[in-house]
């Protein structure tokens, strides 16, 4: 029967955000309400879950989050995400430039949201596209599939961080694994872009296409571009390094220094203030809603992971395990569950973002079923769940029109490309965290 209410409430989750529009904070909140009920939970047990579940997720990530979204709107802002793009373009070449197209997507998609992204450098496309030759198709898919990668596997992007702080895993080794991943991941969308684009007519550009407002921004070098967005990444990664079991530092001032600068909201921080150094020419009655906008962004994630972790902290009080009959110790098992549970909501509500929180929240409790127990395991459980969110991108993501109405794609095509490149990145995904799985065991 508890297995019935699970179902119940999933579904419930998917109908209320996809047929009724409903807001995912609103659908999480009564799913676990409803769900606490069906549990026999008493009312006064099921307010005080829901108040723990929620203010304990929210204690790890909540400032990661903020600080994340400032530093996104920065780069947006001040131009830095197209000194950031013509830096990696400047690198790769102009004969390759969808590939440094989709490597400059996914560094950009980082700190910025990938529709963002897709929507700030969908200018580049059709001027690269006219100078190279090459089917404007090819860029946009290689563009997409390059911020695509980074949203679902690379803190701080709200997905990934919401999911470490549900399972509990260690945010360090989520990035250094994440970026181990989805590189490969990235790449991939890039070499079926190469391959759909040269089978497709190259769509007309429409006159009305949206563009990108063309504006007066301060000179940004790539270095100062890069700053905000590579030293919190770096801060964390040797934190969990100065943290790994060998203690490579031992316990000198190294360590006590990492251990401190790589917490993940000192080093988001810092890095939010090498991003006030990009505006710094902007005049200040320009840039003084920037922080407001980012924490208005900000704000509707925070909850949403939030409304998650009720819902997790609610399925916690039930046995799932027994429940559904699931073997102890069976790892790859559990990560293929929990990589087909993230597909199967993706699929049908289409957020990656609703779709990672709540299947972190459902396979939370079966962890030390799976045997899932170490920091590595955990932080591969997360990847897992990334990489079934973002199988696959269609019809009922935001994200599937934001790429193919800035694109000038018919959604023939863009289902043929967009879609389908985003189920090949959610299969090599979960086959290289697989992998990495049988190596470290």
């Not at 089917?135 to 949203?151: D, E, K, Q």
């Not at 704000?299 to 039930?318: K, P, Q």
């Not at 459980?381 to 193919?404: E, K, Q």
Request: proline letters at 5%; glycine letters at 10%.
């Amino acid at each position: 029967m508890e297995l019935f209410f699970l179902v119940l409430v999933i579904v419930f989750i998917v109908l209320a955000t996809v047929k009724f529009k409903m807001h995912p904070i609103f659908s999480l909140t009564l799913a676990a309400v409803a769900m606490g009920f069906m549990l026999g939970l008493s009312p006064k047990d099921i307010a005080g879950t829901i108040g723990e579940g929620f203010g304990k997720t929210l204690s790890s990530i909540g400032l990661v989050i903020a600080f994340g979204t400032v530093i996104g709107i920065y780069l947006e802002k001040t131009g830095s995400t197209q000194v950031l793009a013509n830096a990696v373009l400047k690198i790769i070449g102009l004969k390759r430039s969808p590939l440094a197209l989709n490597l400059a997507g996914y560094v950009i998609s980082i700190p910025v949201f990938c529709d963002s992204g897709f929507i700030i450098l969908s200018s580049l496309n059709k001027a690269l596209s006219k100078k190279t030759g090459i089917p404007v198709m090819i860029f946009a898919i290689s563009l997409a599939t390059g911020l695509y990668a980074a949203h679902v596997f690379v803190p701080p992007t709200p997905g990934p961080l919401a999911a470490a702080a549900i399972l509990e895993a260690d945010l360090g080794r989520v990035l250094l694994l994440g970026i181990v991943v989805s590189i490969p991941v990235s790449v991939t969308g890039y070499f079926w872009a190469k391959y759909i684009g040269k089978s497709l007519m190259e769509q007309k550009e429409d006159a009305g296409q949206h563009q990108q407002e063309e504006e007066t921004i301060p000179q940004v070098k790539p270095y100062q571009a890069f700053l905000p967005l590579l030293a919190p990444i770096l801060l964390i990664a040797l934190k969990s390094i100065a943290n790994y079991p060998t203690h490579p530092f031992g316990d000198s001032v190294a360590f006590h220094f990492f251990d401190f600068v790589g917490e993940p909201v000192i080093a988001l921080l810092i890095g939010v203030f090498f991003a006030f150094l990009l505006g710094r020419k902007t005049p200040a009655k320009d840039k003084k809603e920037w922080v407001p906008i980012a924490f208005k962004q900000a704000g509707s994630i925070v909850l949403i992971t939030g409304a998650g972790g009720a819902f997790g902290a609610i399925l916690r009080t039930m046995d799932i395990a027994s429940i559904i009959n699931i073997e102890s110790g069976s790892g790859m098992g559990g990560l293929l569950i929990a990589f087909g549970i993230a597909a199967i909501l993706k699929t049908a509500q289409g957020s990656s973002t609703v779709a990672i929180i709540t299947a972190s929240a459902i396979i939370a409790p079966l962890l030390e079923t799976f045997g899932l127990l170490s920091m590595t395991d955990k932080a591969l459980a997360v990847l897992a769940v990334g990489a079934g969110a973002m199988t696959v991108s269609h019809i009922n993501d935001s994200y599937f029109w934001v790429v193919s109405q800035f694109s000038n794609l018919d959604v023939k095509n863009a289902l043929k490309g967009h879609t389908t490149a985003t189920f090949f990145q959610g299969l090599v995904g979960i086959g290289i965290i697989l992998l990495i799985h049988q190596i470290i065991q």
